[in-house]
C-alpha cells in the first residue's frame, strides 16, 4: 500500500509500520487525497471551500496555485437609465428599482417625467392651465411653479359702445359693463355706431326738454370759461373746444325756443359767407346801428380832436339776422391817438369783453352779440355796426388804424345755428388810414 507509507524491518522489533506521505499542498482550498490506485497524492481544487456566501460579490473559485480567488459581482446594469439597479444580498438577486427622480428635467409646466422599468423615462403630462373661467389668460410660470390665471377685460369685449365696458373677474367671468352715457341729463342717448354720447338737446342745462331763458342765463355764465369735461358747463359747449365762446353762442341761438330735441346748427346760409369787419371814423357819436351800404368815413382829424372809430361787420348777401356774434381788436400807434371810451351799438352788446390798452395801442375785443330777443334788421341792411371807440388825436401826422382777429374766447364772428366760428382766415379785417392836421381844417375838407 502506497498511503500508509513504506513498511520498515527492525532487526530487533521486526516489521515497522511506514509513514503516511505527506497530503497537504499549501494551498488550503484543494481537497488532498491519496489515490492507492496510481499511487500519488491528488489536490482537488474545491470551490466551495472558497465560498464566503455572499451573493452579491460572486462566486469565489478555487485555484490549485493560487488558491481563493475573489468571484466576479454580478452585472448591475439593465441599460435602463432611469431605475436605481441593486444587488439583494437577502434574495441573492439584482433590483430595478424605478425612480422617476432620475427623468425630472427641473421644470413644472412640462407635467412630472416618470420612469418605466421597459421603456425607460417617460415624458409628463402638463398640468392644466384652464381654470373655466373664459376671460382669464391661463398661463404657466415656470419661475414660481405655479399656473397662473390673469384676468384679462379685453377678452370680455363683446365691442359695443353702448352697454359699457366689461370686466373680467378672476371667479365669476365675462362681467357686464354699464351705460357710459348714463346720467342726470335725460338728453343724453349713446350711439353705438359712432361710440360716443350724443347730447341731443345742447343747451338744455336744466333739462326741461326746451332751450328756454334759464338756459340762456346758464350759458351767460359760462362764457368766456374754460370748460373741462364733466363741468357743470359742460352743456354750454357746443362745439367742444372747451371754451364758452361765440361759436357756443351761435349754436344756442339756433335752438333758443325750440323744444328738444335740437342740435343747434342750422343750415349754412347761401351763398357762402363772405365776412367782412371794416372801419368807419367819424365825428358823431351817435348814428344808425344799420346800413344798406358801409358808411363813409372821415380821413382827417386834428389834434386835439375827441373823434370815434365804428366796427360795421357784413355778411355779403347773407341777411344779417345771421349774424350771431362779431369782434374784432383795433389796432393803432398809441404815441399819435389816445383811446378812451367804448360805446357799444344797442343790437351788439352781450357778452361785451372789451378791454382798451391804450397804452400799448390796442383795443381788444370789440365787439359783442345779439340777445335772443333781438329784433330783426331791417330788410334792406346788409352792414351793422357793432362797436365804437372813442380817440383823441394826440400828435399830427399819418398814422393807420387795423383790425385784426379778436382774443380769446372770441375768435371773430360767430354765425346763428352754427357750431363753429368764421375761421378768422377768411374773414376781411378792415384798416383805416388818418391824416392827423396840427389844426383844424375847413368844413369842406373834412371829407375828401
Known amino acids: 500500500l502506497f498511503c500508509n507509507g513504506a513498511e520498515t524491518c527492525d532487526a530487533l522489533l521486526d516489521c515497522q509500520a511506514g509513514t503516511p506521505p505527506a497530503l497537504t499542498d499549501g494551498v488550503i482550498c484543494t481537497d488532498d487525497t491519496c489515490d492507492e490506485l496510481l499511487d500519488v497524492i491528488v489536490h482537488t481544487a474545491n470551490n466551495a471551500n472558497c465560498d464566503d456566501t455572499l451573493f452579491c460579490n460572486g462566486a469565489e473559485t478555487c485555484d490549485a496555485l493560487l488558491d481563493c480567488q475573489a468571484g466576479t459581482a454580478p452585472t448591475l446594469t439593465d441599460a435602463v437609465a432611469c431605475t436605481d439597479d441593486t444587488c439583494d444580498e437577502l434574495l441573492d438577486v439584482i433590483v430595478h428599482t424605478v425612480n422617476n427622480a432620475n427623468c425630472d428635467d427641473t421644470l413644472f409646466c412640462n ?227 389816445l383811446a378812451t371810451d367804448v360805446l357799444h351799438a344797442d343790437s351788439y352788446t352781450l357778452l361785451d369783453l372789451t378791454t382798451v390798452h391804450a397804452a400799448r395801442g390796442v383795443v381788444h375785443n370789440m365787439g359783442g352779440c345779439v340777445g335772443p330777443d333781438q329784433p330783426s334788421t331791417p330788410a334792406r341792411a346788409r352792414w351793422a355796426r357793432i362797436a365804437t371807440v372813442q380817440m383823441i388825436a394826440a400828435a399830427s401826422g399819418e398814422t393807420m388804424l387795423q383790425l385784426s382777429p379778436a382774443s380769446s374766447p372770441f375768435t371773430g364772428v360767430g354765425i346763428v345755428g352754427q357750431n363753429e366760428n368764421v375761421d378768422p382766415s377768411t374773414v376781411l379785417f378792415g384798416g383805416a388810414k388818418l391824416e392827423i392836421l396840427r389844426s383844424r381844417p375847413l368844413a369842406n375838407d373834412l371829407r375828401r
Open 111 to 337: 407635467g412630472a417625467e416618470t420612469c418605466d422599468a421597459l421603456l425607460d423615462c417617460q415624458a409628463g403630462t402638463p398640468p392644466t392651465l384652464t381654470d373655466a373661467v373664459a376671460c382669464t389668460d391661463d398661463t404657466c410660470d415656470e419661475l414660481l411653479d405655479v399656473i397662473v390665471h390673469t384676468v384679462n377685460n379685453a377678452n370680455c369685449n363683446d365691442t359695443l359702445f353702448c352697454n359699457g365696458t366689461e370686466t373680467c373677474d378672476a371667479l365669476l367671468d365675462c362681467q357686464a359693463g354699464t351705460n357710459p352715457c348714463a346720467g342726470p341729463n335725460p338728453n343724453i342717448v349713446c350711439n353705438d355706431v359712432a361710440d360716443t354720447c350724443d347730447n341731443t338737446c345742447l343747451f338744455d342745462c336744466n333739462f326741461n326738454a326746451l332751450t328756454d331763458t334759464a338756459d340762456f342765463g346758464y350759458f351767460l355764465s359760462c362764457f368766456a370759461t374754460v370748460i373741462n369735461p364733466a363741468s357743470p358747463c359742460e352743456c354750454a359747449d357746443y362745439n367742444g373746444n372747451g371754451l364758452g365762446d361765440t361759436g357756443d353762442f351761435g349754436g344756442l341761438l339756433g335752438c333758443f325756443g325750440r323744444v328738444c330735441p335740437c342740435s343747434g346748427a342750422g343750415p349754412m346760409p347761401e351763398p357762402a359767407l363772405d365776412v367782412q369787419l371794416r372801419l368807419v371814423v367819424s365825428r358823431d357819436s351817435v348814428g344808425a346801428d344799420f346800413a344798406a351800404v358801409l358808411p363813409q368815413t372821415d380821413r382827417t382829424v386834428s389834434v386835439g380832436d375827441a373823434f370815434y372809430v365804428q366796427v360795421w361787420a357784413t355778411l355779403g348777401s347773407v341777411p344779417l339776422d345771421n349774424l350771431a356774434c362779431a369782434a374784432a381788436d383795433l389796432n393803432f400807434h398809441h404815441r399819435t391817438l
